[in-house]
């Protein structure tokens, strides 16, 4: 008794700690319950690159990464479709021609040269930029959207500042002369990581001509992506009469290993010459997300409640008992999307009532096989002890089959049928715990309560000689 006592009071811990993560997280709603604009990008192929590669959609996607930051958007979704096509939601968007117009065109990365006496600026300009960006998480975070458009605004007006501090050479050095940029261990040279380019011989000379004019002058090289700043490296004097020559050059700056894998996609993404295309520019009204959104509720609300109806009616007492533990099961299952950061869609959605009749399916089968070991002359102990059971291989496998459908879903879809496999996932592991715990916790409880103990209420038509037998058992 005292193990289902501390089990009891977990279950009460739980479900005071999900009520509370409910109302402090909400789930993000999807582009489909929101309202905005998805676009589907095709990243065409070249004479130089014949076959799009993981690398190269890793690079682009960056790329585009990167400009929906700028938009200035909450949530975007940016994920790959298929092999060579990029998913872009945009939830609150409604202008589809703006987001077109960013996020079209190869991308532009350029060196450009920092101006003389600029030093004190561009040291202060940076670090407001890197508290702006803090900021700018934090608030994504907060869902505040008139704060993220204004904060927005100030790093436009940060970048452009910045921007004013360098100038092109007369022959401006672009991501087009760059062959490759990948992160560069300290095993491979220098004191911690850094980023290793690659420039074609075109490139190198320019380059070389570049760092030449820089070398110990304490000014930088700027290097710009869609004229953001991503890096500014200086130039030692011992390279002040020829310049880093050979095409070759190495970006230190005590970089984590993240930090220089996340500069060298930027650099790939900006030097590749992958033209891509808007193929599909789709918007979806914020009025049909509300309807959505509307519809999805009284969908969820109406088959709930004519379930936790129906096993009152059917199973009596354990129905009642099935009902507390869905409930539990709902509010658990939602505390997990709001702590995943799950996105929610009408396929999650979905995904969620689907899991709410896989619940009951696991309590019916508990009840059936209680109703069985009842019926065969067994003590009311007994027979629910035996009912858990029996049951729990069923209910093992059903839900080891249903996972293993979500990862493939996962792993091969996208999209909303990410969403679908992810909420379904969440559902099915969640009502494991309340099928085998807060069921069998609840159910042990009851039969200890003397008023409530009565064969009867377990099995309605269960026959008088047996119910005489329980009864004395």
Not at 173 to 178: R, V
Not at 214 to 239: E, K, M, W, Y
Not at 351 to 360: C, E, K
Not at 392 to 398: G, N, P, T
């Amino acid at each position: 008794m005292q193990k289902q006592r501390s089990l009891l009071a977990l279950i009460l811990f739980l479900v005071i700690a999900a009520v509370t993560v409910i109302v402090t997280i909400p789930v993000p709603l999807g582009l489909d319950l929101r309202g905005g604009s998805q676009l589907t990008i095709q990243v065409k192929t070249t004479p130089e690159i014949k076959q799009i590669t993981e690398r190269e959609l890793e690079a682009v996607q960056t790329v585009l990464s990167n400009r929906v930051n700028g938009l200035g958007v909450s949530e975007p979704v940016i994920q790959t479709a298929g092999t060579d096509k990029i998913l872009v939601q945009l939830p609150g968007v409604s202008n589809p021609e703006q987001a077109e117009r960013v996020l079209g065109g190869t991308a532009q990365l350029e060196f450009k040269t920092q101006k003389p006496g600029t030093e004190t600026q561009l040291f202060a300009l940076r670090a407001n930029r890197q508290q702006l960006k803090a900021k700018q998480d934090e608030l994504r975070s907060s869902k505040d959207n008139a704060a993220i458009e204004k904060n927005q605004q100030e790093l436009e007006n940060n970048q452009k500042a910045i921007a004013e501090l360098f100038a092109s050479l007369e022959t401006p050095l672009t991501g087009k002369y760059l062959v490759n940029a990948n992160p560069l261990d300290p095993q491979q040279g220098g004191t911690s990581w850094s980023a290793a380019l690659q420039f074609n011989q075109e490139g190198g000379k320019l380059f070389a001509e570049l760092t030449k004019n820089l070398a110990g002058t304490g000014r930088t090289i700027g290097i710009f992506l869609d004229n953001d700043l991503i890096s500014a490296a200086s130039v030692g004097p011992q390279f002040a009469n020829t310049g880093i020559a050979g095409g070759n050059a190495v970006i230190e700056g005590n970089f984590t290993a993240q930090e220089a894998q996340d500069l060298a996609v930027q650099l790939r993404g900006g030097s590749l010459p992958v033209p891509i295309e808007i193929v599909e520019n789709r918007t979806v009204g914020a009025t049909l997300g509300r309807d959505s959104i509307q519809r999805s509720i009284y969908a969820a609300v109406g088959g709930l409640i004519l379930v936790l109806i129906f096993m009152v009616v059917y199973y009596r007492l354990p129905g009642v008992i099935a009902d507390i533990a869905l409930i539990i099961y709902a509010l658990l299952t939602w505390a997990c999307f709001a702590l995943l950061g799950v996105t929610l869609t009408l396929p999650g959605i979905a995904g969620f009532v689907l899991s709410i009749g896989m619940a009951v399916d696991a309590n019916v089968l508990i009840f059936e096989r209680t109703r069985e070991e009842l019926r065969a002359g067994k003590s009311l102990y007994r027979s629910v002890e035996s009912g858990f059971y029996r049951a729990f291989s069923s209910i093992l496998d059903s839900n080891v089959t249903t996972l293993i459908a979500c990862a493939a879903l996962f792993w091969l879809g996208f999209g909303l049928v990410k969403g679908f496999a992810v909420t379904l996932a969440v559902g099915v592991v969640v009502s494991m715990f309340t099928a085998v715990t807060c069921s069998r916790t609840l159910m042990f409880i009851a039969i200890t309560i003397p008023s409530i103990r009565k064969p009867e209420l377990f099995c309605p038509n269960l026959p008088t000689l047996n119910k005489a037998e329980v009864a004395t058992k």
